[in-house]
DNA sequence: TTCTTGACTTGGACTCCGTCCATCGTAGGA
DNA sequence: TCCTACGATGGACGGAGTCCAAGTCAAGAA
């Protein structure tokens, strides 16, 4: 994602301070942090940056696919900077943290044909729920 | 699910006419309604009944097992009478209905013992995403 | 370099979903 | 029938996210 920037600008998008710090942001650990996560650090480096901006700019990057959303529970979305390595979670019933998992095995082929009810399907999510070894 | 109620008086329950009303609710189509929609159908019946118990309601019943919670994106959670029987999702990105499905395999199995990270599995849920016949 | 303009940002109001709480009512046992 | 602890009520409250009118500024034009 350290080209993201590049891949933003031949998009056509206006390049402003606010942009490229939660670009910056999210280019950083590959953490899956709640849009008020990724507002407090980007306005640790541009403090006036407001939440409504930040709000706009992830779900720009959502729809540019360049990030994808995770709502595991009935709390704040979780935005994954991961979004060009297809890839399934692992939450912990516990203390709620999130890991990345490759499960094996083409996931849309144990949906049988007579249970797709004619629907084309384009994506499946998996969750794998349990505890991690601490809260174990 | 027809018995429910017998079960909740074996468990315990204080068996009000507004709980009774909850649950025969649930107990009618196994569609997947928000709170605000089994409200609006126990009101139908019981027009006092208040917000607040049928959230209270539907908690209890979640936590009882009877009934199980859909989170399928960022709008309100729905609440699946099909309790019992274990089955996964699949959503219409289009006009967001739901399917019960009953993908083949064992799910967990999908996931190496090198991509658990110590965790102890307890449960996987999978939502299959596409496009109803109706808006394909 | 300066000018111009429409895309972008801002903050606050607002909505939606859900929880909390003080108070009132009642199911069900004595 | 009476008592009382459990449950219901509704209104205040909170978190997450959206919307909007007004102000700002990135970047192309000249
Ligand atoms: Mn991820
Ligand atoms: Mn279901
Ligand atoms: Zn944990
Ligand atoms: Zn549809």
Not at 18 to 47: F, N, S
Not at 87 to 93: D, G, P, T
Not at 97 to 118: K, W
Request: proline share 4%.
């Amino acid at each position: 994602m350290s080209d993201l920037l590049e891949r933003l600008r031949g998009r056509g998008w206006r390049m402003t301070s606010q942009r490229r710090v939660v670009a910056e942001v999210l280019d950083g650990d590959h953490v899956h942090l709640t849009a008020d996560e990724v507002h407090a650090r980007a306005a640790a480096r541009l403090p006036e940056i407001s939440r409504a901006t930040v709000y706009n700019t992830l779900g720009e990057l959502v729809v540019l696919g360049e990030v994808s959303e995770v709502a595991t529970d009935g709390r704040a979305k979780r935005y994954d900077p991961n979004g060009h390595t297809p890839h399934q979670h692992l939450v912990c019933s516990g203390c709620g943290s999130i890991r990345d998992v490759r499960p094996t095995g083409n996931l849309l082929a144990g949906l049988p044909q007579e249970e797709r009810f004619g629907f084309t399907l384009s994506a499946v999510e998996v969750t794998y729920r349990g505890l991690c070894p601490d809260c174990a």
